[in-house]
């Protein structure tokens, strides 16, 4: 029997393990019904028993191992591990089938080399087509054979289809450090296009649940992508390496989902000033006492002096906890000098006694610290900010925020929705997650950072983006200001400039652009020298983009057109009228939305109306220029941009 026939039948028994993983687990949903001891662990013993056969069967139906290990140092002397997206237990007691690809075990198949190996015997990777297995690769590293994988380069130039892949069996180094990092360090990777750093940030999340399970069930992980259409494009991964309890949505999903704004009040609101100016707007609510507090009881009455007040609201206001807790405080305070009256006087102070005692004192409260809002509080600041912006804000802004107000009740913009996201967290804190991975991080606000720093606090995060790829008016120019409003001064930044998405001919012309984007970040180098860029110019954009198309479909993979907003629809309509079937295997889409996608073959349509578009056109034409993995057609029919030309 030849050793591919081999690994065949290794195959079969691992697919044998996961069916009897998967009926095991089934049975005991069943069994741990009736085992339990109350009811309270009779539903948590069924939700982690549910979510065990949701993961087991969800798994997707691809190769059960993409790598082997034969150790012939160490402590794993003698022994063999088959490396894998999940771990497949053995019969009866038996050592594991596949060992998870998170297991510490594990590591030494991307750290290990011929210099050293790790006690590495012979590393073993497996080539796949579909469900088949069709060959294997050795490097000997004890005896020094190590050289480029084929298995590994076919792997990452394997034409994108469909959503976003994991990349576990081609984690290089570099990436693994980063994927490992334990769970009480925020990090921050700024990764060029095709470095990998948005699968490294998800592999992280994986990572992290297995090491820490238990931990990270109770407090959650949330991954924050830029818009719907990059979660949908990388929400398979995570299921794929059997995680499926993690919350993935985007920040405006978030904080409420609003229609965007416009005008200049709409980018206003995203200033870091804006807190200071919300925090005003809410304090300045609170008043000082004017008058004593007095409770009844019967003929019996219980009087709090003007000083004891004023002495209880400014302490509170001085421990500086958020607005609602503080009311209750005051509250607390205030019945607590009553309570010693009443004490004194012979009284019981029961529960009941003192919840029907303290409905007299709401009126003080709702006087002294009324409660708020926020929709309320955003209303009345729209409506006249001068006061809370003075010193903060100039007339023109404050008439700009004005101006920027809803005509009708609750009609909030994605802005207003950051700002009352703000108050929100004054008013008491929000919910925290014990990590958080933020993606496309660069063109976050400082109000947005606030925003995610408030779900933070108590955990890390991990912060994914490119500073040459920063497009929103607010975007950063450097990661250490950006770090700070996310509350993790503290975080290393970690550079990938190795691209393994993208071609070496790509990235090239891409790294043209960067001397003119204004932003501190090292060039891109690619690992791959295939692929290939075109240049051309025409007369008829249509026709060009159409002709291109068509060449496009005659290789293998996805195609994408990038272009300005307004000549993405004409090209849409252009290529439906000459037949070409949008949705398929081609998606045309303006360049805004191109951010974070990938496609086999791109054509960037008239990039000088791109360039022209908005106030950092040269960084959206960089991320158009930079979503091609293989192939790449830049058509125009007016002059290109200057900083394009070699």
């Not at 994108?160 to 990436?175: C, E, F, H, K, N």
């Not at 206003?268 to 609510?285: Q, T």
């Not at 393994?500 to 060039?523: C, Q």
């Amino acid at each position: 029997m030849s050793a591919l026939d081999e690994e065949q039948r290794y195959v079969e028994r691992c697919r044998a393990a996961l069916r009897r993983m998967l009926e095991a687990a089934r049975d005991n949903v069943v069994i741990g019904e009736t085992v339990a001891s109350s009811g309270y662990s009779a539903e948590r013993l069924g939700i982690h028993l549910r979510t065990l056969v949701k993961e087991l069967g969800e798994a997707p139906d691809g190769p059960p191992f993409f790598g082997r290990l034969d150790f012939g140092a160490g402590e794993h002397a003698g022994r063999t591990y088959y490396l894998g997206r999940r771990h497949l237990s053995g019969e009866h007691g038996e050592p594991p089938v596949v060992i998870d690809w998170r297991a510490p075990v594990s590591r030494a198949f991307y750290r290990a080399s011929a210099r050293d190996p790790y006690g590495i015997d012979n590393r073993r990777r497996f080539g796949w087509s579909g469900l088949a297995l069709t060959g294997f690769e050795d490097e000997r590293l004890t005896s020094g054979q190590q050289g480029d994988s084929a298995i590994v380069a076919a792997e990452i130039e394997r034409p994108r289809v469909g959503p976003m892949r994991d990349i576990v069996a081609t984690i290089q180094p570099d990436q693994d450090d980063l994927v490992r990092v334990d769970l009480a360090d925020s990090v921050c990777v700024q990764g060029a296009p095709g470095t990998g750093k948005t699968a490294v940030g998800l592999h992280r999340a994986a990572y992290l649940l297995y090491t820490h399970r238990q931990r990270l069930e109770r407090s959650g992980v949330l991954v924050l992508g830029p818009n719907r259409t990059f979660m949908r494009y990388i929400a398979a991964v995570l299921p794929a390496l059997g995680e499926v309890e993690v919350e993935q949505t985007t920040l405006d999903e978030l904080l409420g989902g609003r229609p965007a704004g416009q005008g200049p009040g709409e980018e206003l609101k995203h200033d870091a000033r804006m807190a200071r100016v919300l925090r005003r707007a809410l304090y300045a609510r609170i008043t000082r006492p004017g008058e004593p507090v007095v409770v009844t009881d019967g003929a019996t009455r219980w009087r709090v002096q003007e000083e004891h007040l004023l002495r209880i609201v400014d302490d509170t206001r001085r421990a500086d906890v958020p607005y609602a807790v503080g009311r209750e405080r005051v509250r607390a305070q205030v019945m607590a000098l009553v309570i010693r009256q009443a004490e004194l006087s012979g009284v019981t102070a029961t529960a009941a006694w003192v919840k029907r005692m303290g409905r007299q004192v709401t009126p003080f409260l709702d006087r002294v610290w009324p409660s708020a809002k926020p929709d309320q509080v955003l209303a009345e600041l729209l409506a006249d900010p001068r006061e809370a912006g003075e010193g903060l804000l100039s007339e023109a802004e404050c008439a700009a925020l004005s101006a920027s107000r809803p005509r009708r009740k609750g009609a909030w913009t994605a802005a207003d929705a950051v700002l009352l996201d703000e108050l929100a967290g004054l008013l008491d804190r929000p919910r925290g997650y014990g990590h958080v991975i933020v993606d496309e991080a660069q063109d976050l606000s400082p109000m947005q950072c606030r925003a995610i720093a408030r779900r933070s606090e108590y955990g890390s995060l991990t912060v994914l983006g490119d500073l040459a790829q920063a497009t929103t008016p607010w975007a950063a120019r450097d990661w250490a200001r950006q770090l700070d409003a996310l509350g993790k001064p503290g975080a290393e930044v970690v550079a990938l400039t190795t691209g393994f998405r993208v071609p070496a001919s790509v990235v090239e012309l891409a790294n043209r652009l960067l001397a003119a984007l204004e932003v501190a970040v090292p060039p891109t180098t690619s690992f791959r020298q295939d692929g290939r860029v075109s240049v051309r110019a025409g007369a008829d954009l249509r026709e060009e983009v159409a002709a291109a198309v068509r060449a496009a479909l005659e290789c293998e993979g996805s195609v994408g057109v990038i272009a300005s907003a307004r000549t993405s629809e004409k090209l849409s309509e252009a290529l439906w009228d000459r037949g070409v079937d949008l949705g398929g295997r081609v998606s045309v889409l303006p360049a805004a939305d191109a951010k974070g996608l990938e496609f086999d073959h791109v054509i960037v349509a008239e990039p000088a109306e791109i360039a022209e578009g908005e106030r950092r056109g040269l960084n959206r034409l960089y991320v158009a220029l930079t979503r091609a993995v293989s192939r790449l057609d830049v058509v125009h029919t007016r002059p290109l941009p200057a900083q394009l030309i070699a």
